[in-house]
């Protein structure tokens, strides 16, 4: 599974952006799919997750009440809506894919699954956050 993200970009704090990821290649509906996002000088981040039916979602406590994860499987596409946005928002976002039932159980279940988890990675878009 290919991933191209889209959607990034200079946004005040306050303001909102919608993240796309849109992916090429077979089954998509199968793929538990999960943002994360990378500050210089920091570790990748996991933001949100959702599983391959687009019912279950989680999301990190940072995001919890300002972003939403949303999939439209006819269109192998992934959304990430992000309202109120803050400074420390800004980073480079990534989408990633994950066929395994595990990762798809922990997304639902448990919580955000770590960038390990995931095999097909997007090149990025950079969102900042800043007056």
């Known amino acids: 599974l290919q991933l191209v993200e889209s959607g990034g970009g200079l946004v005040q704090p306050g303001g909102s952006l919608r993240l796309s990821c849109v992916a090429s290649?077979?089954?998509?509906?199968?793929?538990?799919i999960g943002w994360f996002r990378q500050a210089p000088g920091k570790e990748r981040e996991g933001v949100s997750c959702?599983?391959?039916?687009?019912?279950?979602?989680n999301y990190a406590d940072s995001v919890k009440g300002r972003f939403t994860i949303s999939r439209d499987n006819a269109k192998n596409t992934v959304y990430l809506q992000m309202n109120r946005m803050k400074p420390e928002d800004t980073a480079v976002y990534y989408c990633?894919?994950?066929?395994?039932?595990?990762?798809?159980?922990?997304?639902?279940?448990?919580?955000?699954?770590?960038?390990?988890?995931?095999?097909?990675w997007g090149q990025g878009t950079q969102v900042t956050v800043s007056s």
């Open positions: 959702v599983s391959s039916s687009g019912y279950n979602r």
């Open positions: 990633a894919a994950s066929p395994r039932a595990t990762v798809e159980a922990f997304c639902i279940l448990t919580g955000l699954p770590p960038p390990s988890d995931f095999g097909s």
């Open positions: 290649g077979s089954s998509f509906d199968s793929y538990s």
